[in-house]
């Protein structure tokens, strides 16, 4: 059985950081392309990072320069790690094998 369980978020304010943990279990890291994606409030769900089985990474043009994506292939976890956080990026955080959906950690952004 497959879970990839999500875990991180919060209220941080603007500027701040956090790091999202997504544990996998059922896959292996390792050998999936691993993304995150977020859904704010009206809108539709976006990718915002990805990092491949050979560990190249792409970034949504919003969060480059801000956001860092990467794996522990020993804990089998991917994290999220959100610098200079704005209110913008408020939103529910999933990650995503291609197949299955993590539970979502809610980041909201707010003074």
């Known amino acids: 059985q497959v879970q990839l369980v999500g875990s991180g978020g919060g209220l941080v304010q603007p500027g701040g950081s956090l790091r999202l943990s997504c544990a996998a279990s059922?896959?292996?890291?390792?050998?999936?392309?691993m993304r995150w994606y977020r859904q704010a409030p009206g809108k539709e769900r976006e990718l915002v990072a990805s990092i491949t089985r050979g560990g190249s990474t792409n970034y949504a043009d919003s969060v480059k320069g801000r956001f860092t994506i990467s794996r522990d292939n020993a804990k089998n976890t991917v994290y999220l790690q959100m610098n200079s956080l704005k209110p913008e990026d408020t939103a529910v955080y999933y990650c995503?094998?291609?197949?299955?959906w993590g539970q979502g950690t809610l980041v909201t952004v707010s003074s």
């Open positions: 995503n094998n291609g197949d299955f």
């Open positions: 059922g896959i292996r890291v390792s050998i999936n392309v």
